[in-house]
């Protein structure tokens, strides 16, 4: 099975875990990442979501799973220890068109989650699909040590540098390159702010503020 790899902005929509344990807890916390409306449904819920209730991060439906999801759902993960309860929801998402996503059973899934990476607004995703969780985990571990936290700051200079190398035609790659020649990184690695403003002056012209 191939999928389809994609960055989906689910900001204020509405997005379901069924499962109230631990590994439905790092599901929902990344959803609350990511500002998902989420709710839970799940008879009983680990400390962890049971704060997340108490805080209104969450709406949690109490009880066993019934196929009872809100309307606009746009996305449910299941994440409980029960195969049937699992394989129930699988088919009532797919059922209804709304991409399910089972933990560690891909043959029910829509989508799989990636073992990710993140540095700021840098996110670099593996997956394996589902072949082999232990493997993605391993190459995001080499992937960690090859990308620091560096590339956080770079890629918010790029991103506030973006507007005015769009404003000129052709010029993004060229800049881009010539930054990266100057050594721009390595100043950043260095915490080397008066070479990182002097590299980005004397490549684009434009006075930048880094802190």
Same mark, same amino acid.
């Given at each position: 099975?191939?999928?389809? *790899?994609?960055?989906?902005?689910?900001?204020?929509?509405?997005?379901?875990?069924?499962?109230?344990? /631990?590994?439905?807890?790092?599901?929902?916390?990344? !959803?609350? /990442?990511?500002?998902?409306?989420?709710?839970?449904?799940?008879? /009983?819920?680990?400390?962890?979501?049971?704060?997340?209730?108490?805080?209104?991060?969450?709406?949690?439906?109490?009880? !066993?799973?019934?196929?009872? $999801?809100?309307?606009?759902t746009?996305?449910?993960?299941?994440?409980?220890?029960?195969?049937?309860?699992? @394989?129930?929801?699988s088919?009532?998402?797919?059922a209804?068109?709304?991409p399910?996503?089972?933990?560690?059973? *891909?043959?029910?899934?829509?989508?799989?989650? *990636?073992? !990710?990476?993140?540095?700021?607004?840098?996110?670099? =995703?593996?997956?394996?699909?589902g072949?082999?969780?232990?493997?993605?985990?391993?190459?995001?571990?080499?992937?960690?040590?090859?990308?620091?936290?560096? $590339?956080?700051?770079?890629?918010?200079?790029?991103?506030?540098?973006?507007? &005015?190398? /769009? &404003?000129? =035609?052709?010029?993004?790659?060229?800049?881009?390159?010539?930054?990266? @020649?100057?050594?721009?990184?390595?100043?950043?690695?260095?915490k080397?702010?008066v070479?990182?403003?002097?590299?980005?002056?004397?490549?684009?012209g434009?006075?930048?503020?880094?802190d």
């Open positions: 099975m191939k999928h389809y *790899p994609i960055f989906w902005n689910i900001t204020g929509k509405i997005c379901v875990v069924v499962g109230g344990g /631990e590994v439905a807890a790092r599901k929902v916390a990344r !959803l609350l /990442e990511c500002k998902a409306k989420v709710y839970v449904i799940s008879p /009983e819920l680990v400390p962890e979501l049971a704060d997340m209730k108490r805080e209104g991060l969450i709406e949690h439906i109490s009880g !066993l799973y019934e196929g009872q $999801y809100p309307d606009h746009i996305m449910i993960i299941g994440a409980t220890d029960d195969e049937k309860i699992n @394989a129930a929801v088919q009532d998402a797919q209804r068109d709304i399910v996503n089972i933990v560690d059973d *891909p043959q029910k899934c829509d989508f799989i989650l *990636p073992s !990710l990476v993140e540095r700021g607004e840098l996110t670099i =995703a593996c997956s394996t699909g072949n082999s969780p232990a493997l993605a985990k391993q190459i995001r571990k080499e992937l960690e040590a090859a990308y620091g936290e560096e $590339y956080s700051d770079l890629v918010n200079i790029l991103g506030k540098l973006r507007e &005015k190398m /769009e &404003k000129n =035609a052709g010029k993004g790659q060229i800049w881009f390159e010539k930054l990266m @020649a100057e050594g721009l990184l390595d100043r950043i690695r260095k080397d702010k070479a990182i403003r002097q590299i980005i002056l004397d490549v684009s434009e006075e930048v503020d880094i």
